[in-house]
RNA sequence: GGGGAGGUGGCUGAGUGGCCGAAAGCACCCGCCUGCUAAGCGGGUAGGGGGUGUAAAGCUCCCUCGGAGGUUCGAAUCCUCUCCUCCCCGCCA
């Protein structure tokens, strides 16, 4: 969220970044609650002082006259607190709805389509036959089977078997290793099942509530990503400041409700209820955190090379970057087969917006006030779309799939997918 | 799941109704001392919010001892609920 104190002081520059991002901002609202809740405090600090005034008076004097007067100003004091109490709650609920701000840098835009291409790499595939889509391949080849899945759970869920099933074990441990042995990131395993207040920490709620799956009669959600639980670890805490950046590397799935996404994707292994992903989280400085952010996407990049998959970094728009997000890229895979982009990554700096929310905060040198930290956050890479890009960019005119160079170890040393 | 013990500042830990936002120790910071280091001596160091300051500082008030309620003029301390941790028993991959 927001710091209150600069929606009071500029209005205005939270107004027009809500107004630019399409997202609604209760500014005026929250002003007048503010106002409100600050006159109302005021009289209630002024009657709970005098009570505490008279109190230690009275245990001092046992004077019983002060006694009945006590009682009532007891009373009042509860009163006028829970007035501004309640008002300062409504407040809250407020604050938490307003956007994010965005940097400088950020594209102002409405739409995708508004979105610029930061940079490209690598070169599309050049097939001498017409490519085949992920989803004929995988189940030409019996690893991937939807039919089966759409059974044993629904639509948008998927079995991996054989070497599509290690294909993904493959990547998971590749791109790990380059994380953690080359990167520096430290490896998490985190609960994949978290409670309302780390939802609210990663601006997943209020707003974004109906995006996971709840746990029925219990304070419990499936992660939408591990990012929520790797962002919370920190949560209500002071860290020190010579320990900064955090650098996290999480494997887990992710889960999603996919609401609102009805008919969009509906084949393939594109944008299923639940994926893997390696997620990079960060927490830092306000000095620093544009500049990890930007190392952050390029250890990103760094899987999309060594798999050899072509791909461009798009950064994103004010109107498509999302609510609580300062500045966003995607990384996208090209996928002949599909004959798309396929985005495989999403990496976003939040400032101190989540910290905020979250309560992290770090200590800038000893002994002084602690500051909020920012927090850093991108997939490296989310799983099935990646799949979906190897698969469809190292097919063969037979229908089998090569195996990149840099998953041979972790494959156990097959050339070929779906070879019997 | 049953029984028991606990949750206090960066950490350890004392505190059973007002003199407590909180002893003591550790850690850290500033100063003194010392040829250097260690030791020693003196001082300082929780967080959040409101008001007043152009800002910072300062001053001042309010809140916070896991969380939420309650009793009381007054709660870290008493009561209720709840979450978490530890120990014993049972069950289980």
């Not at 601006?203 to 790797?230: C, G, Q, R, S, Y």
């Not at 639940?274 to 990079?280: A, T």
Request: overall charge negative; hydrophobic content about 40%; aromatic content about 8%.
């Amino acid at each position: 969220m927001l710091p209150l104190e600069l929606i009071r002081r500029d209005p205005e520059r939270v107004r027009r970044a809500a107004e630019l991002k399409g997202e609604p901002a209760p500014v005026d609202e929250i002003l007048k609650l503010d106002e409100g809740w600050r006159a109302q405090l005021h009289k209630a600090e002024t009657i709970k002082a005098e009570q505490n005034r008279l109190s230690k008076e009275f245990a001092k004097t046992r004077d019983e006259s002060l006694k009945e007067k006590l009682r009532q100003m007891s009373d009042e004091a509860k009163i006028a607190l829970e007035m501004a109490d309640s008002v300062k709650h409504e407040l809250d609920q407020l604050l938490l709805q307003v956007p994010n701000l965005f940097d400088e840098s950020v594209p102002i835009g409405e739409s995708e389509a508004d979105n610029v291409v930061a940079r490209e790499w690598g070169n599309k595939p050049e097939f001498g036959f017409t490519p085949q889509t992920h989803y004929d391949l995988g189940e030409a080849l019996g690893i991937m089977d939807f039919e089966r899945a759409a059974r044993v759970t629904g639509s948008r869920f998927a079995f991996l078997l054989g070497d599509g099933a290690r294909l993904e074990r493959a990547l998971v441990q590749f791109m790990l290793d380059v994380h953690t042995h080359e990167h520096g990131y430290t490896e998490v395993w985190a609960p994949m099942l978290v409670n309302s207040a780390s939802m609210v920490g990663t601006a997943n709620l209020p707003k974004f509530a109906d995006m996971a799956f709840k746990v029925e009669d219990k304070d419990l959600w499936l992660i939408p990503t591990v990012e929520v639980p790797v962002t919370n670890f920190h949560r209500d805490e002071i860290l020190e400041g010579d320990r900064l950046p955090m650098k996290y590397v999480a494997y887990a799935p992710s889960w999603r409700t996919e609401a609102g996404a009805a008919g969009k994707d509906t084949r393939g292994f594109i944008r299923m209820h639940q994926f893997s992903k390696v997620e990079l989280v960060k927490v830092t400085t306000a000095e620093t955190s544009m500049e990890e952010f930007e190392k952050l996407v390029a250890d990103a990049e760094v899987i999309l090379q060594r798999l050899g998959l072509s791909y461009h970094v798009l950064s994103m728009c004010t109107g498509d970057m999302g609510f609580a997000q300062y500045k966003k890229y995607d990384l996208e895979a090209w996928s002949p087969g599909v004959d798309r982009y396929l985005e495989v990554s999403s990496c976003s700096v939040f400032n101190d917006f989540q910290a905020m929310r979250a309560n992290i905060r770090y200590r800038p040198a000893k002994g002084a006030p602690p500051k909020f930290a920012h927090t850093i956050n991108g997939s490296g890479l989310a799983l099935p779309r990646t799949i979906d890009a190897i698969m469809e960019t190292y097919q063969r005119s037979d229908g089998l799939i090569s195996v990149p160079e840099v998953l041979k170890p972790y494959m156990g040393g097959i050339e070929l997918i779906g070879a019997r």
